[in-house]
């Protein structure tokens, strides 16, 4: 045995100390990570019905809001909005919209953060859809 480990004459099978402690500290290490990472895994997996019922809610609340500008459009001007710009423009825009939603070419729809409100302008219905986002 080099590098200064001594083993005695008397034991057999006996084993240099440091190794012995080089083994178990990897072992110790494996499972920790092990742990580690079982934990994290079931932190995801608890937290993620309460992601989803957010998204369902926040889609559902963008399609109430849109609901509600287009009656607003109703009782000011006697008339159902065409398309959500006209929810959007005028004196006093029964809609106020971020910056960073995007309206599309025919005015149809509005889409932000993951989700898409579409006003249908032959009955005025508003319907919203989520996406992963």
């Not at 559902?60 to 959500?84: E, I, K, M």
């Not at 971020?98 to 989700?115: F, H, Q, R, V």
Request: net charge negative; charged share 15%; proline share 6%.
């Amino acid at each position: 045995m080099g590098s200064g480990q001594r083993i005695d004459q008397g034991e057999r099978g006996a084993v240099p100390t440091g190794v012995v402690d080089q083994g178990s500290l990897l072992l110790q290490l494996v499972i920790a990570l092990a742990a580690v990472g079982a934990g994290l895994g079931a932190i995801a997996e608890v937290g993620r019905p309460a992601i989803d019922a957010a998204r369902a809610w926040s889609c559902s609340s963008a399609r109430d809001t849109v609901q509600t500008a287009a009656f607003a459009h109703l009782a000011a001007t006697g008339s159902r909005p065409a398309t959500l710009r006209d929810l959007t423009t005028g004196p006093t825009p029964p809609l106020v919209v971020p910056g960073s939603a995007k309206l599309s070419e025919d005015g149809s729809s509005l889409t932000l953060d993951g989700w898409t409100v579409t006003l249908d302008p032959n009955d005025g219905s508003v319907s919203a859809t989520c996406t992963g986002g």
